[in-house]
């Protein structure tokens, strides 16, 4: 079975710092790979997805990923965050041939402060 | 707004008794998933259903059950509550449960157990 590990439980950023968040998994064959978030309040959403092609992916609100097969990892990574940003992003693989049956990681909750 | 509906959103019931949670994909999705996101657990895939038939399970109890009607709504069913079942129960919806589609997640419900 596969599993999922974020490292960073809490991350605390300053407007316009860096961010990479952290993700590793375990599987033994061909995975897909998403970034998921949630706002406070609302329901998750989408940031962004890896299937196949270009390891580097980029998603909404710019956001971007990149997928290093050999480390078996996907971090997130964005160059400048906002105050906005602040929510709570899970990191979540599927095998590739179970559909949509995602395994999620334990979540990272990012504070932005003004 | 995901366009998936969960009801209720909030349900407090006692050990031993069982509840049922609702949930109404997107107009026109076929496929429905229940995930449960616990402390100790994190965000855990529980049952997939396509156009009313089960398509894949994951870490569901055997004193849970789900089931997905003609008109596509799905319910979840948990019966004899142990005090460890209080979690968040997410349902998700996508057009046709295949692996590149992107999943639409309601805001959820949040069972407490006392």
């Known amino acids: 079975a596969q599993s999922v590990s974020q490292h960073n439980h809490h991350v605390i950023l300053s407007e316009a710092a860096s961010l990479e968040l952290g993700c590793n998994y375990s599987y033994g064959g061909t995975v897909n790979l998403f970034w998921y978030v949630q706002y406070p309040g609302q329901h998750l959403q989408l940031l962004l997805k890896y299937f196949s092609g270009d390891p580097l992916v980029k998603g909404i609100k710019g956001f971007e990923a990149e997928f290093i097969k050999s480390k078996f990892s996907f971090n997130l990574r964005k160059p400048s965050v906002q105050w906005s940003d602040t929510a709570e992003y899970f990191c979540a693989v599927s095998p590739n041939n179970a559909g949509n049956m995602l395994t999620f990681g334990g979540g990272t909750r990012l504070m932005v402060k003004p | 707004d995901s366009g998936v509906t969960q009801t209720p959103k909030h349900l407090i019931t006692a050990t031993g008794q069982r509840v049922t949670l609702r949930c109404s994909p997107r107009?026109?999705?076929?496929?429905v998933y229940w995930y449960q996101q616990s402390l100790d657990q994190g965000l855990q895939f529980l049952i997939q259903y396509y156009n009313g038939e089960e398509r894949a399970k994951g870490n569901i109890l055997e004193r849970f059950s789900a089931q997905q009607f003609p008109d596509l709504h799905s319910e979840l069913n948990l019966s004899s509550l142990e005090l460890g079942d209080s979690a968040l129960y997410f349902c998700?919806?996508?057009?046709?449960?295949?692996?590149?589609?992107?999943?639409?997640f309601g805001s959820g419900t949040q069972l407490s157990v006392l």
């Open positions: 998700a919806s996508s057009a046709y449960g295949a692996t590149n589609e992107k999943l639409f």
């Open positions: 107009s026109g999705d076929l496929s």
